[in-house]
């Protein structure tokens, strides 16, 4: 007797939860309508759980800030927008699903996502479908905007070969020609080193190189190999915590008296994340905060930091960026829809106050790549502050290191 | 060529060590309770989180003595509150209550100490290389190897040797027998669960001074462990040992020649097992079946 | 207590199966119309069924069989990638490519069966893990072929073509859902139509009493190898539309976290009934879907509800209706 009373209490129990999840489910789009002007609604796919989180927050974090800010001024059109933002955890069923989500249930205007490349680019086939307009702010994949390029999708982030062509001459200019590689096996990987390999073999560079699973931990073998090798410069290709573990281990082993360092990109949330002696090199950032001789950004990291306490990376730049670019947008084509924005954006110069550094900052209209400078310097051991952690040496202009929209493969297919 | 293969031995001692050290605690789990631990990496990530909070206070030698204990607590806590209640129902419960587990610790792990990498400090002394010719041998590595082979010649002692461990070792085989006796077989399982609870702990402060800390450091831990485990042989704690060191010493023998495919090696080895002996290596016919 | 309970089946009266029957299909075949009222999206009963098929497949084993296998999301994404390369590769045809992807399911999880089918309870957890992530492995390695880590894609699902007539399913809208809905119910039919047979039967038999049905002389091996083997490739099947609904496939199909999600969606539901993985998986897909929506501690919750699950509901949803309704 007592166990049916008990299976009872379960079953009220289970209606409970499910009524009251049922009303959540009901009461959402009602109280939406219910407030007056509808918002102009930009979603937002990032793995925030994952091995990607912590730039998948940062792109997030950039995104809310220009939300705030253009609120403030008015919003887009008159209306004022709302960023919706979805974990797609590092899974692409999750991104397609989410991306559905937003796009049939939330009626989103607008995109972005996904740090990981092979979300985004899932995604863009389900926007191009529906003919939303698409930004993938950090994303970087080649094909993106080069051989899978859509008339959907705009990017603000760099292509390796822009990464690997920028840092290169530089690294041959500074230490030699001769190069030995630690690259992960996967595709981002491949295509770095065949860029980094292009731009070398044009200045007359030799190399040798492993490749390597993507999360491997214990570096030694390959080092040893390397340090056989007695290169100029170790380029370390590999990403997120096993970049860092790299590092660790090349400096554990004494490596940097014998070559130097280098790679495309060391980002600041990875080098603040490496003990004093790993945070060295000379790497690529796609954007950097500490730029002393330009006044908008200095106002707009003293703005992020008072707003969230964090200095700027290039990924939180992304997210800021990707905002403004659909306030511009709109505010060209006077709408949001897909193929209006994508037509207005063709060649596109973002003002001075969203590019944040020196020269024109457009989106390519061949390809809808962003072309911005590239910040080619050293990463050393914090100097002023705690993110003071990279000193710009160059700055080479993307379109320089980009080559020609031919090059990428991208043949543009407008939609019908 | 002599530098190379005295590397890749060493080298693959060192992996295999920390395979070990994981999947004798996991052994010591399943052995007893009939439970698959999915949160063992998860515990392996707080005992490395823990001595990263410690060391500021403790120093890096307090941490390391105090976190894999504190870690050992915790499962005490949890053992106590959730894996009690499913100790004889169907095997499909406990790995649904661990896996559970799992996604809670590491979304805990990544609310607390954030979803960046964190590095841990080493003291100076173990991070030099032992000497300029064996520069790819630091201090740090031999102490690893060190720690693992004390931790695995206390365990085993132990169990020989102590009359809790003589319990375990009986519960093991038969249990029932061994309740019958007047022993506390609560007591005993949970006690057994700290035990593997306190060696993933333990290689999550040597792991962390290796590869620094982060939410998902012990997945890429747990597999090589469960190989490890049916390798050797389900039921047997040598078997455990052995299979751990074998596939260590596959995967940094095989990043000689080729080292994409490291990984792969572990599975390869894991499917000719299954194919020729099926019970591992030094299984027993019956043990968990 | 009578025959009917003993063997956990319990018998509804005559008129009410069909009843039931026809109130699920009523409310699968309404979908389009009442989800969105709801603050639903078709998408979403899209993954609903297809997880709820693998999950169902996963049932014959897990519920019906009394077998655990913990690596059933391995013969999930084999499916998928084989849809996947199918279309991509060798051929633009969308049921050419369903075929090819469960039968690589299937017969992957057919051969593998052979090599554990003996081990049982824990170890056989294990083994099914292990070779599940094998497949993972395989899948994000192999750049050239499966697209590695990045996943498998370009490719599509193509329209469908019955002589004179045309499906097209390309739209991911109210047709494609209608297409899966179709797809699964003739699994569906399938699965029942073995369940109730001669075969099925032994299998609860087998689950009740191991040692008992071995006594009676069932060649209890075989049985549990044949009912791994068939529920590999219905789970397959509903890879191959996990595909064709995502367009790609990507590795962490085949990991072992989906394998977990397909069992708890089997036990929330209730693992010895034949709908109740549907409603599991509903029940989850909607939750995590929520959830996830609503906080980035979205894997607290989904690891609370596993344990609270465990815990608290291990019959499940239709598990505890059955118990009362058989007291």
Known sequence: MSQVTLSVRRRTFLKASLALGASQAVGAPFVIRALGDEPVKIGMVNPLTGVLSALAQSEVDGAKHAEAEINKKGGILGRQVQLLVEDSANDVGTGVQKTSKLIDRDKVDVILGDVNSGIAYAMSQVTSEKKVFHIVPGGHTDPITGTNCKWNVFRVCNTTTMDASAVTPELVKRFGKKWFFITPDYAYGHTLQDAFIKALTKLGGTYDGDFLPINNTDFSATLIKARAYKPNVLLNNMGGLTQINCMKQFTQFGMQKQMALGGALFELESIKGCPPEAQTGWWDMEWWWNQPNVPEVVKFVADYRAATKKTPSARDWFGYVSMHTVRLGAEKAKSLEGPKLAAALQDFELPPDVALQPGKVRYRAGDHELMPNIFVGEAHPPKSGADDVFTVAALVPGEEAAGSVADTGCTMVQPT | ?289 | MSLATLTGVARFPEGRRPLVLIAIWAVLLTVPFWLPLLGGYTALAGRVLVFGLAAMGLNMLLGFTGVLSFGHAAYFGLGAYGAGLTLRYLVHSTPLAMLAGTLLGGLAGTLFGMLIVRRRGVYFAMCTIAFGQLWYYLAYSWNSFTGGFDGLRDFHREAVGFGPLTLDITDAGTPFYYFLLAIFAAAVALMGLLLRSPFGRTLLAIRENERRARSLGIPVERHIWLSFSISCFFTALAGTLYALLNNFADPLALHYSLSGYFVVMTVIGGMRTFWGPLLGAAVFVVLQDYISSMTVNWMSFIGAIFILVVLFFPRGLLGTRRRIAAT
């Open chain 2, 1 to 289: 060529m002599a530098q190379v293969i005295l590397f890749n031995v060493t080298n693959g001692l060192i992996i295999g060590a920390f395979y070990v050290l994981m999947a004798l605690g996991l052994s010591l789990i399943l052995n007893l309770s009939n439970v698959i631990n999915f949160a063992h990496g998860n515990f392996l990530a707080l005992g490395g989180y823990l001595a990263f909070t410690l060391s500021p206070t403790l120093g890096y030698w307090g941490a390391l003595l105090i976190s894999p204990l504190l870690t050992a607590l915790i499962g005490v806590v949890v053992e106590r509150l959730m894996i009690r209640r499913i100790y004889n129902r169907d095997p499909v419960y406990s790995l649904l209550l661990t896996f559970g587990l799992a996604f809670v610790m590491q979304d805990a792990a990544r609310y607390i100490w954030g979803p960046n990498g964190l590095p841990m400090g080493l003291p100076d002394a173990l991070a030099q290389p032992v000497t300029v010719d064996l520069f790819f041998i630091t201090w740090y590595r031999i102490f690893m190897v060190t720690i693992v082979i004390v931790a695995v010649i206390g365990l085993f002692a132990f169990l020989r040797y102590t009359r809790i461990g003589l319990r375990i070792r009986a519960g093991t085989l038969d249990l029932e027998t061994v309740a019958s006796l007047g022993v506390n077989v609560r007591h005993l399982r949970t006690f057994n669960f700290a035990v593997g609870c306190l060696l993933a702990g333990l290689s999550g402060v040597l792991a962390a001074g290796q590869i620094g800390l982060n939410p998902n450091m012990g997945d890429d831990l747990l597999m090589p462990s469960f190989i490890a485990i049916i390798v050797g042989g389900v039921g047997s704690l040598i078997g455990t040992l052995f299979g751990g060191l074998l596939i260590g010493m596959a995967a940094a023998l095989t990043t000689v020649f080729y080292p994409a495919a490291s990984e792969a090696v572990i599975y390869a080895i894991l499917m000719i097992v299954l194919l020729i002996r099926p019970r591992g290596l030094l299984g027993e016919e019956g043990m968990l079946s």
